[in-house]
Each structure stands twice: as C-alpha cells, then as structure tokens.
C-alpha cells in the first residue's frame, strides 16, 4: 500500500533523480581520512591545534556514517544487484554497518581521551586510526566496485534487469 | 598503434585501471570543502549553539571551531589540484555513449566539456577561497573574535550550489552516459556483465524472453557481438 505514496522510479530504478549515497559518502570518507592525518601530523610535529582539526572531523564523521547507511540500504534495496554483484553488495552492506560501530566507538573514545586532555592522543588511539583507514579504504574499492564494475543504478544496467536480459 | 597504446591499452571500462580514480578524489574535494564553510558558519555562530553543546557536554572553543574550517580549507585547495587532473585524464579516455541524452537535456559531449569548465572553474574558487580565508586569518581578522567575514560564508554557500550543479553532470557521465562503467561497456557491446572477462553474449533466448514494451533500443542485438 505504501508503495503508491512514492513518486514513480526512474530510469536508475530510484524516486529521486540521482544516488544519494555517494554523495553523503563524501563526508565519511572525506573526514576519516583527514582525521587521521590530522592526528598523525600533530602527533609528529606536536601541533596540537590539529588533533582538535582530527577529533571535530571524527565527530562529522559518525554522524554521517549513519545517514550513508540509511541511503545505502535504500538504494541497495533497489539495486536489482544481478548475480556478479551481490555478494560485493552484501560485504560492502556488512561492512557499512560494522564501519558505524566501529567509528563511532573510536569517537566516543576519543571524546574521553580530549575531555581527560585535549592536547595528547595515546599511541595506541593512532594504531586504531590505522586499522580504521584500512577498513574505510577497503570499502570505499567495494563500493567504487559496485558503481564503476557493476554500474549498479545506471541506466543501462537498469534497462537490461528491466528487460530481464541481466540476472 | 600508437606510441601511447600500451599505456592506454585499458580494460573494457576504458581506464587502464579497475576503477576511475576521479570520483575516490572528489569524496575529498567535497567533503573538505563543505565541512571547512560547515565548522566557519558553526563558529561564527557559536552563541547560538553554546547551549546544545553544554547540553551534549562537549567542551567546545571557537578558535578549535574556526581551525576546522582553515585546515580543511587548505586540505581541499591541495587535493583539488589532483581531483581535476585526474578527471581530466578520465575525461580524455572517455567513450560515451553518443545516442543518449541527460535528464537536463545535455549529449555526451557537451556534459563533458561543461563538467571540464567547471571543474577549472570550481578549482580556482577554492583555491581563491583559501588564499581569501588565509588571509582573514592571519591579517585582517587576526585580532577579532569572529575570524570570518559573513560574505566569505556567503560565498561558500553560492559555491555549494556550483559544486550541486558540477556533480550533478558528473552523476550524469556515470549513470547516463555510462562513461568508465564497465558493465555499461559491456552491455552496449552486447555482452554480460556477469562475465567480467567480457567474452559472454547475451544468450538469445534471454533477448527473445524481453517482452518488447521493456525491450531496450540501445541494447545491441548478437550479430553486434564478435
């Protein structure tokens, strides 16, 4: 019954003209990696303006990470993912979904650690940072997989599952 | 052959590469740029907000506020340089489909060359927003308490509308125009993409199976196939 309450789908198989998700991506992307490096130069160079630069682009971050997701599951539902796509779609969806707890875990870290002073990060805060850009890079390849290879939501790969000729 | 071919020897996306890099670079041209004008209109209006961040029990100063927005500021105006000349090089590789219009009624060619112009264009204004936000920084405002003028946060937000217009015509390369899609290439060669080695065709039981109303006029039909 809902469904009639939604404008018609497009030629990209979405109400609304283009893909959401990469765009609020941005700010996930964008700020975890210059968080980091934030961190880390100002952990080098002792430039403590800069970890306040790292924990308000964490703090952008997580908040964004979960409006990213619930764009992703919407255009993930409406994928029509044919078969050599879905599984790069369920471990990008499984790692979205991991990457907002993770991230929001190492911020509210990081909210203790600036509260208890805000001009020192432990080293072992940077190692996380580290194994958190490795995650966040890999999801980015995943994602970029799933628009770039797999041309999911583009119009000619939403023509041919229409036509039933992509399964 | 050319002397270029190995190098431009692509894959069936049309890149000599697995994914177009261009794309990876604008999550950070967007990202700090809109955040840097985020945390300057934040801190300009920090009186407003000192209650809701009493309230979440987040210490805050104005002056941590303001160098999110000059950090980042300068961050995009360095990655920037590198965003545009990756699309660029993309743009130069592009194969686009010639038969298919955008949803704002633009070809293949002209979307190209306006999404190139603005993106020169959009360079220089970060670039210019930076040199302008450096030097209220540390000249001009130095000894004020809002370290930005309102028309620098004006402008910011005119330039969000540009970038709106800029990705939008980039959304249109990629999802229309399939520029750099490989299943796209694949299918308007008539092949399936869930053969990434690109040597299936569409079997034709599966063209026959299309009922004609959803039958797709781009779709090539086997003999096209090699």
Redesign the interface.
């Known amino acids: 019954m809902f469904e009639n309450l939604l404008p018609p789908l497009n030629n990209?198989n979405l109400p609304y003209?283009?893909?959401i998700h990469?765009?609020v991506?941005?700010?996930v992307?964008?700020?975890v990696?210059?968080g980091v490096?934030?961190d880390a130069i100002a952990f080098l160079t002792k430039n403590t303006?800069?970890y306040?630069?790292g924990w308000?682009?964490m703090v952008?971050a997580t908040i964004s990470i979960f409006i990213a997701i619930i764009f992703g599951q919407v255009e993930a539902g409406l994928a029509t993912p044919?078969?050599?796509a879905a599984a790069d779609l369920n471990l990008h969806t499984l790692l979205g979904w991991s990457l907002s707890a993770l991230l929001a875990g190492i911020t509210g870290w990081r909210?203790i650690i600036?509260?208890k002073n805000?001009a020192s990060i432990p080293v072992s805060y940077l190692s996380m940072n580290a194994v958190l850009t490795a995650i966040v890079l890999f999801q980015?390849?995943l994602g970029?997989?799933l628009?770039?290879?797999?041309?999911l939501?583009?119009?000619?790969?939403v023509?041919?599952a229409?036509?039933?000729?992509?399964? | 052959m050319s002397l270029w071919s190995p190098i431009l020897a692509a894959g069936a996306n049309g890149l000599p590469y697995v994914v177009p890099i261009h794309p990876n670079l604008v999550h950070l041209t967007l990202g700090l740029f809109i955040v840097a004008i985020a945390f300057d209109i934040v801190a300009a209006l920090y009186p407003l907000e000192k209650p809701i961040f009493k309230f979440l029990a987040i210490p805050v100063t104005t002056s941590g506020l303001y160098d999110v927005g000059w950090f980042n500021m300068v961050a995009a105006a360095i990655i920037t340089f590198f965003t545009v000349a990756a699309g660029f090089y993309e743009i130069i590789l592009a194969e686009p489909s010639d038969d298919v219009i955008s949803p704002w009624g633009l070809g293949a060619m002209d979307t190209m060359v306006w999404h190139g112009v603005g993106g020169v264009l959009l360079l220089a204004l970060i670039v210019g927003m930076t040199v302008w936000r450096g030097f209220q920084r540390y000249l001009w405002r130095e000894d004020r308490a809002r370290q930005v003028d309102w028309s620098y946060l004006l402008a910011g937000l005119f330039i969000f509308v540009l970038m709106f217009a800029q990705g939008t015509l980039g959304a249109h390369l990629g999802g229309d125009f399939g520029v750099h899609v490989t299943a796209d290439r694949l299918i308007r060669d008539g092949l399936d993409p869930n053969d990434l080695s690109a040597s299936t065709p569409f079997p034709e039981t599966s063209l026959a199976d299309a009922s004609p109303s959803e039958a797709v006029t781009t779709l090539p039909t086997t003999e096209e196939t090699p």
């Open positions: 990209h003209p283009d893909t990469p765009i991506v941005h700010f992307i964008a700020m990696l210059f490096v934030c303006k800069l306040e630069v308000w682009n952008f044919y078969a050599a909210y600036r509260l805000p980015v390849y970029d997989k628009v770039w290879v797999y041309g939501h583009t119009e000619a790969v023509e041919a229409r036509g039933g000729l992509l399964k």
